[in-house]
T-cell receptor
Framework: DTGVSQNPRHKITKRGQNVTFRCDPI?????LYWYRQTLGQGPEFLTY????????KSRLLSDRFSAERPKGSFSTLEIQRTEQGDSAMYLC??????????????FGAGSRLTVL | EDKVVQSPLSLVVHEGDTVTLNCSYE??????LLWYKQEKKAPTFLFML????IEKKSGRLSSILDKKELFSILNITATQTGDSAIYLC????????????FGGGTRLMVKP
């Protein structure tokens, strides 16, 4: 297992277009997280899955954002009708469950979105 | 709302210097504090701290937590150019999701 994999690594799109990012977590991890990071800021939590169930969504996640993890393995994050303010790095992370292990998130390299 | 503040925002030192990075936090029902290093790509895990006063150490890096004063420090001794990165502090609440709340990071640049 090579860690958390995200693609595409870079996406440039025009305002109003839809984009989708994919995340493949570490195979034995049942928790999966999406974060957004803008320049000069720390990652901000967007949403979290335990297996296929989406258990938490941030209020940052507008109705243009949707995330799925249909079989409890890979996840997709779709942004509809993109806006320039959506330009950011979208980070995926995974972790095992359990009292202490769940806190240690392993991050992917991120998908950088630029909305023109 | 959970909050994490890191200082300084950025720091420039020369190789061999020692640096101390600060992280203060407010969190409802604290579980743990974590430090990550972020170079150009993914944040990579450094330390997880759950108990006050117990130093975690890995090579030239060390960290300690003060749960009474709600802060942590990350020390790097004998800095090298490879230490140049953004250092992120995050807190985990004691709830089912354990969603980390991150600070804004400290950008460290080590000059040769």
């Amino acid at each position: 297992d090579t860690g958390v994999s995200q693609n595409p690594r870079h996406k440039i799109t025009k305002r109003g277009q839809n984009v989708t990012f994919r995340c493949d977590p570490i195979s034995e991890h049942n928790r999966l997280y999406w974060y957004r990071q803008t320049l000069g800021q720390g990652p901000e939590f967007l949403t979290y899955f335990q297996n296929e169930a989406q258990l938490e969504k941030s209020r940052l996640l507008s109705d243009r954002f949707s995330a799925e993890r249909p079989k409890g393995s890979f996840s997709t994050l779709e942004i509809q009708r993109t806006e320039q303010g959506d330009s950011a790095m979208y980070l995926c992370a995974s972790s095992p469950s359990g009292f202490s292990g769940a806190n240690v998130l392993t991050f992917g390299a991120g998908s950088r979105l630029t909305v023109l | 709302e959970d909050k994490v503040v890191q200082s300084p925002l950025s720091l420039v030192v020369h190789e061999g210097d020692t640096v101390t990075l600060n992280c203060s936090y407010e969190v409802t029902n604290f579980r743990s504090l974590l430090w990550y290093k972020q170079e150009k790509k993914a944040p990579t895990f450094l330390f997880m701290l759950t108990s006050s006063g117990i130093e975690k150490k890995s090579g030239r890096l060390s960290s300690i937590l003060d749960k009474k004063e709600l802060f942590s420090i990350l020390n790097i001794t004998a800095t090298q150019t490879g230490d140049s990165a953004i250092y992120l502090c995050a807190v985990a609440p004691n709830n089912a999701g354990n969603m980390l709340t991150f600070g804004g990071g400290t950008r460290l640049m080590v000059k040769p």
